[in-house]
């Protein structure tokens, strides 16, 4: 039934959502709490990714609410704390991994139930493919400052 299907979307898009909530949240305490003479770059880059997750968290809310006629969440996942560089850097590539993995779902979930959302399957694909896009440049990048290769980052 299309309404289950709806209620099933719309739990998995708010998952997300209370993910980019914690995300924009986490980065830019992280942000606040490194230091050093080389971490001004670092702190802008961080800052500049809190405002992509809040971009994101914004974009779940509209599919949510308006392409599924759905509530979208208002709490966010457990934020995690960290204070070194090394530390923040490893948080947050494990997070934007677990964010992929649950974009992914959500890509496969819109994907195999095309016929179901006959008005609103390109804006959901669209929106969702982008912020998977988005979510592995941040991984990349993370991973440069870190100065980890791609085999480190996979087992994280």
Same mark, same amino acid.
């Given at each position: #039934?299309?309404?289950?299907?709806?209620?099933?979307?719309?739990?998995?898009?708010?998952?997300?959502?209370?993910? +980019?909530?914690?995300?924009?949240?986490?980065?830019?305490?992280?942000?606040?709490?490194?230091?050093? /003479?080389?971490? /001004?770059?670092?702190?802008?880059?961080?800052?500049?990714?809190?405002?992509?997750?809040? +971009?994101?968290?914004?974009?779940?809310?509209?599919l949510?609410?308006?392409?599924?006629?759905?509530?979208?969440?208002?709490?966010?996942?457990?934020a995690?704390?960290?204070?070194?560089?090394?530390?923040?850097?490893?948080?947050?590539?494990?997070?934007?991994?677990?964010?992929?993995?649950?974009?992914? $779902?959500?890509?496969?979930?819109?994907?195999d139930?095309?016929?179901?959302?006959?008005?609103?399957?390109w804006?959901?694909?669209h929106?969702?493919?982008?912020?998977?896009?988005?979510?592995?440049?941040?991984?990349? +990048?993370?991973?440069?400052?870190?100065? #980890?290769?791609? $085999?480190?980052?996979?087992?994280?």
């Open positions: #039934m299309v309404n289950d299907f709806f209620k099933e979307l719309t739990e998995l898009l708010n998952k997300a959502l209370e993910m +980019e909530h914690q995300a924009n949240i986490q980065y830019l305490s992280h942000a606040e709490v490194i230091d050093g /003479e080389t971490c /001004e770059p670092i702190i802008t880059r961080l800052n500049e990714i809190a405002g992509d997750e809040k +971009e994101h968290a914004a974009k779940l809310r509209s949510i609410g308006d392409f599924l006629d759905g509530v979208p969440a208002i709490t966010m996942t457990k995690r704390n960290a204070r070194t560089i090394k530390e923040i850097l490893k948080t947050n590539l494990e997070d934007e991994k677990k964010a992929v993995d649950v974009y992914n $779902k959500i890509l496969k979930t819109i994907s139930n095309k016929s179901k959302l006959s008005y609103n399957f804006k959901l694909e929106d969702v493919r982008h912020i998977i896009i988005d979510e592995q440049e941040h991984i990349a +990048e993370l991973r440069r400052i870190a100065g #980890m290769k791609l $085999k480190e980052v996979e087992k994280l």
